[in-house]
């Protein structure tokens, strides 16, 4: 039980864990991971039996580090020590904990939600929306990514090497937990009202974006590379679109070389966008953020300095070219006035293939110094 000042709640929620062990005749123990408490909670935890375990560093995800650390059984259960949770109920994560499953999370839509235990805006937005978000990014079976309540293999978990120290430690768990390949279920909970007697500890809108970020962070795809390939899409049909001429919508509304001009830029973005997705997985992967994949070693065993920077010339020459013959068509009238919109059209897309060159040519020496080998 992670515990910051719950003297009002801990009671309580040790004794529920007591009769829980008791009753269900399980061996194990109580550990209260405690994060700096000033209202007498550790000689509370003390008095009832608990062990605990006394972290310094600040924060929640510090504090279950510490206390997982601190633990010595086979399997692991926490869960927080304000009374919303019911220890005295926890029997089914347990079981599936003893079928084989690494990691077993809560679900508090399932098991239902208590008038007041939880934000309105926490129930219908915050809560749907990560859960869905995670899912999408990692394939992950659950839907409820932030209970408070889950169990766990406590020696598959402490080889995940989870490093965060907020409230996204939740998220961290979960996402590496599937990124390693454990087996991964959940059960329904309920949560009911805290017991506190002031305002929780959780910031609803920052650690709502700490858990978002790491969300993205841990998904260079998402992140970079869908929104790079899906602007580059949508510049490379606009441009195909206006490069013939105009194109008339509506009577008095046309897309014309403004909006070819747009395009261009949006391929740019796409093409950094893309790069920025190639750097942050290569990073992560060979800082152990991300495991080991077979189809990324593969890829990049093939996107070498030389290939990448053959593709760069090759874009800087059609640039070029297309440059050299906007020039030839400027000196055929004597360096004067040229269709406005015409020269445009090829000098959007002539420095559009230069500026995307130029780009891949840095990325393609970037890439080539985080691939030195070192001891």
């Not at 858990?211 to 441009?239: K, Q």
């Not at 949006?266 to 991300?290: C, D, M, P």
Request: hydrophobic share 50%; glycine share 10%; net charge positive.
């Amino acid at each position: 039980m992670p515990c910051l000042n719950e003297a009002r709640t801990l009671p309580t929620c040790l004794q529920k864990a007591k009769d829980f062990l008791a009753r269900n005749n399980v061996n194990g123990e109580i550990i209260v991971a405690d994060n700096g408490s000033s209202d007498g909670s550790i000689d509370i935890a003390r008095r009832a039996g608990a062990r605990v375990a006394e972290i310094t560093e600040k924060g929640y995800g510090a504090a279950l580090a510490g206390g997982i650390a601190a633990a010595q059984g086979r399997f692991v259960i926490m869960g927080d020590s304000d009374d919303s949770y019911d220890f005295t109920a926890l029997m089914p994560i347990l079981e599936k904990l003893r079928e084989g499953n690494e990691l077993v999370v809560g679900n508090r839509f399932k098991g239902g939600i208590a008038k007041g235990a939880m934000p309105f805006l926490n129930r219908y937005l915050g809560n749907p929306v990560l859960s869905m978000l995670g899912k999408l990014f990692f394939k992950i079976p659950l839907n409820d990514f932030h209970c408070g309540l889950r169990g766990f293999d406590r020696e598959a978990m402490q080889k995940l090497g989870l490093v965060t120290t907020g409230m996204e430690y939740a998220s961290e768990m979960i996402v590496r937990a599937a990124l390693h390949g454990l087996r991964i279920t959940e059960v329904p909970v309920t949560l009911s009202p805290d017991g506190r007697d002031r305002k929780p500890h959780l910031n609803p809108w920052r650690d709502g974006w700490r858990h978002l970020r790491f969300l993205l962070l841990y998904s260079p795809r998402w992140l970079y590379l869908y929104p790079g390939i899906a602007m580059i899409v949508m510049g490379l049909f606009v441009s195909a679109l206006l490069l013939p001429g105009p194109v008339i919508i509506a009577e008095g509304v046309g897309l014309d070389v403004h909006t070819l001009l747009v395009a261009g830029m949006a391929i740019l973005v796409g093409v950094q966008s893309i790069t920025f997705g190639f750097i942050a997985r290569l990073y992560a992967i060979k800082n152990g953020i991300l495991p080991d994949n077979h189809r990324y070693e593969k890829f990049f065993a093939n996107v070498t300095l030389e290939r990448m920077l053959i593709m760069a010339v090759i874009l800087i020459l059609v640039g070029l070219g297309g440059v050299a013959w906007a020039a030839q068509l400027w000196s055929a009238k004597n360096f004067g006035a040229l269709d406005y919109r015409n020269m445009m059209r090829i000098l959007i897309v002539a420095m559009t293939c230069v500026v995307a060159g130029l780009q891949l040519g840095f990325v393609a020496f970037l890439l080539g110094v985080m691939q030195i080998k070192h001891r």
